[in-house]
C-alpha cells in the first residue's frame, strides 16, 4: 500500500484500439473459458497431445503448418510482455521488433485459416487425432484463434500493466489462467503437468522465495524441507503406519512439520551468511534424502519409499477419479499462499527481513532481533514447502528420496533466480516458464521430434532423448540470467538496483567477532 | 544515577587493547561527546555500548542495570539507539520504511496479523506509517518519504539515520561523528537538532571530530587516546588540557626531521 502510492506512477494513455481489442479478446478468452460446459464429450484419446499425434501418426503437411503457426503464435503472444519488460528497463522495442511481430502475427493468420481450410474441405490432420467423428478436430482452428486473442488481451493491457506495477502481477497470472481452457478440452498429461509440477513447484518457489528473496539467506538444501513435508503426510495418509488421515488436515499438520524442522535446521545457520550458510544448507538438502534412503527410524520405507499414499475426497468429490480437482485444489491453496505471504511482505515482518537482507549490524542494532526473524523466514518458507509436499504425495500417491534430490533444490532455486528474487509475481512467472520448459516441453519434444523425424525421414533427430537436457537448461538459465538479467524476468525493485550494484553486507556475528 | 555508566570498560582484539579501562557516566539530558584521534578506540565504545562488542573487561550499566553482554537489539529495547560513522542506512528500502523499522521492537503487529492483515495490524500500520511520517517531516525530510534511502542526497542521509534512531524510542542517543561530510549550514542545523532533543528530554552521547560543534553543543567531553581516557571535563577545560593538545598535534610534529 505505502509502495504504491509513494512510487512516481507512469501514465500511459490508452487508446481506442487497444479497447477494442482488449474487450473482443477478453470475451474470446472467456468464451473459451466457458466452452467446455457447452461442447460436449470429446472424441477418446483426442487431445493437444503429442502422444496422440505419434499414436494417429500424421503424415501430412498440415501438422508442419501447425508447427509453423506455434511459433508465429508464440511471437505474436510474448511480444507484448517482452515490450512492457523491455519499457520497464527504459529500452523501448525499435521498429525492426513491430515488423518481426507484424509478420508473425499475418503468417499466423494466413497459416490458421490455411490450417482450418485443409481440417474442414480436405480432411487433412493436423495433431488432433481421428478426423470427423467429433467436433474438437476444429479446436487446432480454434487453438490459434485463441492463441491470438490472448496476445490481444495482453498488447490491450500493456498500457495498463506499464503504468501499474501490480496489473504486473494479474499479468503474470494471465497465461495460466488463459491455458486452463486447453487444460480442459485437450490432453491429460497437460493436467498431470499443471498439477504435479506447475504448482507444487510454484508453492516451493514462493517458500524459498522468503528465505532467499526476502531475508537474504541463500539456501541450497530447500528439497530436504519438501522432502519432511512430504514424508510426514505420506506416513500419515497411507497404509505404512496405518494411519489415514485428511488431506486438508494434513496441509496444516505438513505445514506444521515442515516449519518445525525449518526452525530447526536454519538454528546452526544463524551465524552463517552468504557462501557458509549457502554450503551448511547444501549439507542439509543432502543429509535429509540420505536418511529417508536409509529408512531412518523405521519411518521412511528406504529406497522404495511410501506407496499407497490416500487419494483425497471431498463427500462427493473423489480426487482420484478427476485430477482436475487437484489443480483446482493446488491453485486456490496457491492463491491463498500468494495473499498471505504479499501481506507478510509489507507488514512488519516483511520489513524485518528486507532490513536483515540489507544491513544485518544496523537492523539488530535498530532493534530487530536477527536470531528469530531469521528463524521466521525459515519456518515459514520451510512450511509453505510443507503444503506443498501433501499435495505432492497426495497427486503422485508415491514419495521415494529420489523425489526430493539435489535437483529439486536447483529446479526450485532456478525459478526464483530466472523469476525475480523476492518478486512473488516473478517466482510465479518463473514457476510457469521453468516447468513448462522442464516438465512439459523437453518430455514432449521428444514425441515431436520422433514426428518431425517420422515425416522427414530424419531418423537422427527421431534418437534425440530432451529429457537428459534438464540440466543443461538450469545451467544456461541461471548463466544467462546473471550475466544478463541479474534481478530476474520480473525483478523487484529494490532487487534490482541492489544486484546491479553489488552490495555485500557484513553479519553482525562477524562484527561481534563470534564466528 | 547516572543513565549511563562505564565501569573500567577494556576491550581486547588479540593484542590489541582497543579500550582499555575507561570510566565515565553521562547523566541524563545531558549532551556529552566524545573526542580523539583516529583509531583512539571511541567507535569501538560504542559498539561496547551498543552491544555490538561484547566487552572483555568492565561493566556497561544503563540506569544502575549491567547491560554488559546484552545482544544488540534488546539494549536498543532498553532505549539506546544509535547512527553509525558510515552511514549505516537500509538502502534500497524506502525513506519512511527505514523510519518504520525503527518502530519494529515496539509495535505489537504479530506475525498472523501480518499475513491476515487483521484489522489490528492495518490500524497499526496506519498508525506506525503516519508517525514516520511525522517525523520525516520533523527532520525536514518530508518530500523524501518514498525515496531509496541510498537515493537520498548525504547529509539527509545523516539525518534519516536521527530518524531511524529516533523511532527506537530512545533515551540515550548515540551519534558517531554526525557532522562528518556536513557544510557549515547543515551542521548548524546538526547542532539545533541536538539541542532540540537535549530539550524534549534526550540525552546525546556523540562522537564528532568538528571541535566547533563539540566545543558549541557540549556539556561535557570525554577525550580517548590509544583506548584510554585521558581528559574529561566541560569545554573551555579540556581545550586548554595539555594531554589533549599534545595527543591532538604530537609533540613537535614540524622539528622531528630536523632533530634526526
Known sequence: MLRGLFRPVQRVSSTGVYTILTVTAAALVLLGWLLPWFVTAFSEGVGFSPQDAVSSAPTGIGTFLLYVTGVCMLIVLLSPIVEAVQRLRHRPLGVRSDAVRAIAGVVGLVLTVVVWILVRWANEEPLFGTLGNSPVTNSAVWLEMYAFALAAVVYGLKPLVLSRPNAMFAATALPLGALLPLMFHQAPDFVLWATQSLAVYMLLGLGLNVVVGFAGLLDLGYAAFFAIGGYACASLASPVHGVHISLFLLIFIGAAIAATFGAILGAPTLRLRGDYLAIVTLGFGEIIPDLATNNALGLTGGPNGISGIDTPRIGPIDFSANPQWFFWALITLSVIVVILLRNMQRARIGRAWVALREDEVAAAATGINTTTSKLLAFAIGASVSGLAGAFYGAIVSIVSPDDFSFAVSIAVLSIIVLGGIGNIAGVVLGAFVLTFVIFWVLPNLNQWSTTFGHNFNVPAISGIDFTRYTFIIYGAALILMMLFRPAGLLPSRARKVELESGIESESLSAVQGLS | ?260
Not at chain 2, 581486547?12 to 582499555?20: E, I, T
Not at chain 2, 520533523?138 to 534512531?165: F, K, N, T, V, W
Request: proline residues 4%; charged residues 25%; hydrophobic residues 45%.
Open chain 2, 1 to 260: 544515577m547516572p543513565l549511563l555508566e562505564l565501569d573500567h570498560v577494556s576491550k581486547q582484539f588479540g593484542g590489541l587493547l582497543a579500550v582499555a579501562n575507561v570510566s565515565f557516566s553521562i547523566d541524563e539530558r545531558e549532551i556529552v561527546s566524545m573526542i580523539g584521534p583516529n583509531g583512539a578506540g571511541k567507535t569501538t565504545a560504542f559498539n561496547c555500548v551498543t552491544g555490538l562488542f561484547l566487552i572483555t573487561r568492565g561493566e556497561i550499566r544503563l540506569d544502575g542495570h549491567s547491560i554488559s553482554g546484552v545482544p544488540p537489539h534488546r539494549i536498543t529495547t532498553l532505549g539506546i539507539a544509535r547512527t553509525f560513522q558510515n552511514i549505516r542506512l537500509f538502502s534500497y528500502m524506502t525513506a519512511v520504511d527505514n523510519v518504520m523499522v525503527g518502530a519494529h521492537w515496539w509495535m505489537k503487529e504479530r506475525v498472523w496479523d501480518g499475513a491476515f492483515t487483521t484489522p489490528r495490524s492495518r490500524r497499526e500500520e496506519r498508525e506506525v506509517e503516519r508517525r514516520a511520517l511525522d517525523l520525516l517531516d520533523q527532520l525536514g525530510l518530508a518530500g523524501y518519504a518514498g525515496s531509496y534511502a541510498r537515493e537520498l542526497p548525504y547529509g539527509l542521509q545523516r539525518r534519516l539515520e536521527i530518524a531511524r534512531a529516533l523511532a527506537t524510542r530512545p533515551r540515550l542517543l548515540l551519534l558517531d561523528e554526525p557532522a562528518a561530510g556536513l557544510n557549515p549550514q547543515e551542521k548548524n542545523e546538526l547542532m539545533a537538532l541536538i539541542a532540540q532533543l537535549r530539550d524534549e528530554g534526550l540525552t546525546v552521547f556523540l562522537i564528532e571530530h568538528d571541535m566547533r560543534v563539540v566545543m558549541e553543543i557540549s556539556d561535557r567531553i570525554v577525550v580517548l587516546d590509544h583506548g584510554e581516557k585521558i581528559a574529561e571535563g566541560a569545554p573551555a577545560q579540556v581545550r586548554e588540557n595539555p594531554q589533549v593538545i599534545e595527543a591532538y598535534l604530537g609533540t613537535g610534529a614540524s622539528k622531528v626531521m630536523h632533530t634526526a
